[in-house]
């Protein structure tokens, strides 16, 4: 099962891409934390996903009601 885990988180990181927190997301940052009354860390990954057209995946309660973001509950 530890094997299989490891192989699990590899695929999802090998699908990852480092983004630049441009000016632009930094400005939707900035109105996403003011209309959904989230934190700095949260704001900028939401206004990232939208900038870069990427899904959300996350098991953040902070997250669980907004649009585009696939919530997973803890176990």
């Known amino acids: ?3 299989q885990k490891a192989l699990d988180a590899y695929a999802q990181m090998s699908r990852t891409r480092i983004v630049d927190l441009t000016d632009t997301i930094s400005l ?3 109105d996403i ?3 959904f ?3 700095t860390a ?3 990954i939401l206004a990232t996903a ?3 057209n990427a899904e959300i995946v996350t098991s953040n309660k902070h ?3 907004v649009e ?3 919530f997973i509950g803890k176990q």
């Open 28 to 30: 939707k940052a900035a």
């Open 50 to 52: 939208k900038e870069c």
């Open 63 to 65: 997250l669980k009601e």
């Open 33 to 35: 934390s003011i209309a």
């Open 68 to 70: 585009k973001v696939k």
């Open 42 to 44: 949260d704001s900028i």
């Open 37 to 39: 009354k989230l934190g």
């Open 1 to 3: 099962m530890g094997e």
